[in-house]
């Protein structure tokens, strides 16, 4: 039995970092410090770290015909994740995103490729019965998925797995209305904080805020739990959300108090960032647990 069926994205960060990142037109080249292919796609970023933690994972995702598709299958598969549920699309590109990263901060460019033409048809039901959780991230790339979601999540819970999404940014053209809609007949919410701003109010069971270095809150009924984040010297963030949701699922499914799943969430996500990439630096469940005690 899987424990967690990821539907998302699947495509590679081409990582360049260094003091001076920023391009500078009329045909300028600049010299970088590093410069690097790495798994990238929030989908696939918190598969590794979910399997890197323990768990039996699967990723369904679209990618294209091309060497960034085969590197991206190689590489999550190498970390544990089973990667039959992908589907390679001839005649598209895989995605790829170019992040910019300078002082632990960064800045990205996204060509969505063959992310949006992933649909709930191409989901296995096979893999939908046998997982006790179904997580969708990157649900503002999804374009071709959003309209079947509805009778994705109906199918989980009817299997008897519990559901969450992330938006993994702020969804445009009508997406954040869905959202609010989808929240609803989910269970678990991920947002970071410029997702809950712009979202604004969601009727949802659990709706879990990540607020970086100032730790992370869930919000239930029955009132607000917060956790204070984890101090660690920052290479670079790109997936510490990813890792964080990671750590909570892993907690959360487990049965543990809000407290602890936020906890376990904010020592994965801080220690993520002590590397360059996304998955160099996820930490193992005893790492994790050593940094949230």
């Not at 917060?226 to 049965?255: I, K, M, Q």
């Amino acid at each position: 039995m899987l424990d967690l069926l990821v539907i998302g994205d699947c495509n590679p960060d081409l990582l360049v970092a260094g003091a001076d990142v920023v391009p500078e037109f009329g045909q300028r080249e600049k010299l970088v410090e590093t410069g690097r292919l790495l798994v990238g796609g929030s989908a696939s970023i918190f598969a590794c770290g979910a399997a890197r933690l323990g768990l039996a994972v699967a990723l369904v995702a679209t990618i294209g015909d091309d060497a960034f598709g085969s590197f991206m299958l190689d590489a999550v598969g190498e970390r544990g994740v089973d990667t039959s549920g992908c589907r390679m699309v001839a005649g598209v590109d895989t995605g790829l995103t170019v992040a910019l990263v300078r002082d632990g901060d960064r800045a990205m460019l996204t060509a969505p490729g063959a992310i949006p033409l992933l649909t709930a048809e191409m989901v296995p039901p096979p893999l939908v019965a046998s997982a006790r959780h179904l997580h969708v991230a990157s649900y503002h790339l999804l374009d071709g998925l959003r309209p079947g979601l509805p009778a994705l999540v109906a199918a989980a819970h009817a299997a008897g797995a519990t559901v969450s999404v992330n938006p993994q940014g702020e969804v445009g053209d009508g997406g954040g209305a869905e959202l609010r809609a989808l929240v609803p007949a989910i269970d678990l919410l991920l947002l970071n904080e410029r997702e809950h701003e712009a979202l604004g109010t969601v009727a949802g069971p659990l709706v879990v805020v990540k607020h970086g270095a100032g730790g992370a809150s869930a919000q239930t009924a029955a009132g607000v739990v917060r956790a204070a984040g984890h101090p660690v010297e920052v290479v670079d963030t790109t997936g510490a959300g990813d890792s964080f949701d990671a750590g909570f699922l892993a907690a959360w499914l487990a049965g543990e108090p809000l407290e602890r799943a936020l906890g376990l969430g904010n020592a994965c996500g801080a220690l993520s960032t002590r590397a360059l990439g996304g998955i160099t630096a996820q930490a193992t469940m005893a790492e994790a647990r050593a940094a949230a005690a």
